[in-house]
């Protein structure tokens, strides 16, 4: 059965609705020009909500070492999430310096854009496979965007990882049926406008995950 993640949660309420309906990880972004984004103290509210075993993910873009040093002080995360342009480098810094394990995103637009996923499969402890954001975009990530699920068929990599991207609750059965994901992440897709999730989206997208074949 496929793994969910939700991704930005900030509100208490989302957060029950993830966790009764059986996500597996919850992610907070601290990148500041999301609108998902989320301060320290709000995080640390959510994060005492959930209960061992499940992974409570800290999102953040090209971090320097004082901003995870500070959230880390006031956050108890599970797992960080690295989703800017860090080098395979920078992700063995991060996890050496932190004690904590690494889901590094990889955006794909192309066949071009999968070595990256074996480059990182030997330095993270979990791979994100997101669409590639548009050059002009705001944020790397969190654009609903899809892109072509096919490229993936057939492949396998070094690390356990999860497909993103445009998924929702009325595509991400086929998603994982065409890749063989072997779990999802979710943003844009379980919310009615940036930023603000629906608990019953949330609740419909880990439906659809889990019964997928
Ligand atoms: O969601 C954001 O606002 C965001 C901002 C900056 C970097 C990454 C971000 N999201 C990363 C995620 O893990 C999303 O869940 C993933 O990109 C899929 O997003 P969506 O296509 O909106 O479901």
Same mark, same amino acid.
């Given at each position: 059965?496929?793994?969910?993640?939700?991704?930005?949660?900030?509100?208490?309420?989302?957060?029950?609705?993830?966790?009764?309906?059986?996500?597996?990880?919850?992610?907070?972004?601290?990148?500041?020009?999301?609108?998902?984004?989320?301060?320290?103290?709000?995080?640390?509210?959510?994060? /005492?909500?959930?209960?061992?075993?499940?992974?409570?993910?800290?999102?953040?873009?090209?971090?320097?070492?004082?901003?995870?040093?500070?959230?880390?002080?006031?956050?108890?995360?599970?797992?960080?999430?690295?989703?800017?342009?860090?080098?395979?480098?920078?992700?063995?810094?991060?996890?050496?310096?932190?004690?904590?394990?690494?889901?590094?995103?990889?955006?794909?637009?192309?066949?071009?854009?999968?070595?990256?996923?074996?480059?990182?499969?030997?330095?993270? /402890?979990?791979?994100?496979?997101?669409?590639?954001?548009?050059?002009?975009?705001?944020?790397?990530?969190?654009?609903?965007?899809?892109?072509?699920?096919?490229?993936?068929?057939?492949?396998?990599?070094?690390?356990?990882?999860?497909?993103?991207?445009?998924?929702?609750?009325?595509?991400?059965?086929?998603?994982?049926?065409?890749?063989?994901?072997?779990?999802?992440?979710?943003?844009?897709?379980?919310?009615?406008?940036?930023?603000?999730?629906?608990?019953?989206?949330?609740?419909?997208?880990?439906?659809?995950?889990?019964?997928?074949?």
């Amino acid at each position: 059965m496929a793994q969910v993640k939700i991704c930005g949660l900030r509100e208490p309420e989302h957060v029950t609705a993830a966790l009764d309906a059986g996500a597996r990880y919850l992610g907070f972004n601290f990148f500041p020009k999301s609108p998902r984004a989320v301060s320290g103290a709000q995080a640390a509210e959510l994060a /005492d909500m959930v209960p061992a075993g499940i992974a409570r993910v800290g999102l953040f873009v090209n971090p320097e070492d004082a901003l995870l040093e500070s959230v880390l002080a006031e956050v108890p995360l599970d797992m960080i999430q690295l989703h800017g342009g860090e080098t395979p480098e920078r992700v063995t810094e991060i996890k050496a310096r932190f004690g904590l394990p690494v889901m590094k995103a990889v955006g794909i637009a192309t066949q071009e854009d999968l070595p990256q996923l074996i480059d990182y499969g030997t330095v993270a /402890d979990m791979l994100l496979v997101d669409a590639k954001a548009p050059k002009d975009a705001v944020l790397p990530g969190g654009n609903g965007l899809a892109f072509d699920w096919r490229l993936l068929v057939g492949r396998r990599w070094l690390k356990p990882w999860l497909l993103a991207g445009g998924l929702t609750p009325a595509n991400v059965a086929e998603a994982i049926r065409l890749t063989k994901a072997p779990g999802v992440d979710v943003s844009s897709g379980v919310e009615t406008a940036p930023g603000q999730k629906d608990s019953g989206l949330i609740r419909d997208f880990i439906a659809a995950a889990k019964e997928a074949p």
